[in-house]
């Protein structure tokens, strides 16, 4: 069945076997991946639907696997668990996958170009599938905020963060698109920024940030679902003090 999701000023296509079971190897995009449906509901009225693209910032590479700088990949990696949609297509200099959230159409992407050239996927793939900047959510590692704290903000700053900084210089410079930040922490004491990014977690910070992961999944689901809303304040204020005791 062809699953049509169609909304102003954007639309993905895709067939629901397609994305879950039709690629058995990674591709090149054909030249155009069409998605797009009207689905009616009960009373028979056409439901559009706006997708999301979901990004999540890294670097490529067994090297760089389970590094604090690439947590946002492992994010759309849990999400692509948890949904059930194949990373299988290089498009944009990314790789993706097609699927939706409940009946949400949601293009997940990691970036190949390395992380301060994240941009260079981001951009081109919202506009050739026509996202408007409040459904691009980025996932990306934040030193601001404790190790496995998670925050979701509908806008902001690239707070020296380069692979974002690179993202909105791909977005027109616009800051008014939706980030999911993954908390890393800071250098302890005098270390090097750059050596703690590419450094791996201790055993305590790792089961941390897979807590913390499973928990954005849920959190990813509500704002794709029902935008942000009282469940996202609840959710940052329980992000915020859950490692304080009372």
């Given at each position: 069945m062809l699953y049509a999701v169609s909304g102003p000023s954007t639309s993905i296509s895709y067939r629901r076997s397609l994305d879950y079971?039709?690629?058995?190897?990674?591709?090149?995009?054909?030249?155009?991946l069409c998605v797009s449906a009207s689905l009616p509901d009960a009373n028979g009225i056409k439901v559009e639907y706006t997708p999301w693209l979901i990004v999540g910032l890294g670097n490529?590479?067994?090297?760089?696997?389970?590094?604090?700088?690439?947590?946002?990949?492992?994010?759309?990696?849990?999400?692509?668990?948890?949904?059930?949609?194949?990373?299988?297509?290089?498009?944009?200099?990314?790789?993706?996958?097609?699927?939706?959230?409940?009946?949400?159409?949601?293009?997940?992407a990691k970036p190949q170009a390395y992380m301060n050239f994240s941009g260079e996927s981001v951009g081109p793939l919202a506009a050739y599938y026509q996202v408007p900047l409040r459904h691009i959510l980025v996932a990306y590692?934040?030193?601001?905020?404790?190790n496995g704290v998670l925050r979701l903000a509908p806008r902001g700053g690239h707070g020296y963060h380069n692979g974002l900084k690179n993202v909105m210089g791909h977005l027109d410079?616009?800051?008014?698109?939706?980030?999911?930040?993954?908390?890393?922490?800071?250098?302890?004491?005098?270390?090097d920024m750059k050596a703690y990014l590419l450094q791996k977690f201790s055993f305590e910070e790792r089961k941390q940030i897979d807590a913390a992961q499973e928990q954005g999944i849920?959190?990813?689901?509500?704002?794709?679902?029902?935008?942000?809303?009282?469940?996202?304040?609840?959710?940052?204020?329980g992000q915020k003090y859950k490692y304080h005791k009372v």
């Open positions: 079971h039709g690629f058995h190897r990674r591709r090149l995009a054909p030249a155009r490529p590479g067994n090297k760089y696997h389970g590094t604090r700088h690439n947590v946002g990949f492992e994010m759309i990696d849990r999400i692509s668990q948890e949904e059930g949609i194949l990373l299988n297509t290089i498009q944009s200099k990314a790789l993706i996958g097609i699927g939706s959230i409940g009946e949400v159409p949601i293009l997940l590692d934040e030193m601001n905020l404790p410079g616009c800051r008014e698109f939706p980030r999911l930040c993954i908390g890393i922490g800071n250098p302890p004491g005098t270390m849920g959190a990813v689901r509500n704002l794709v679902l029902n935008g942000f809303n009282h469940s996202t304040t609840r959710f940052n204020l």
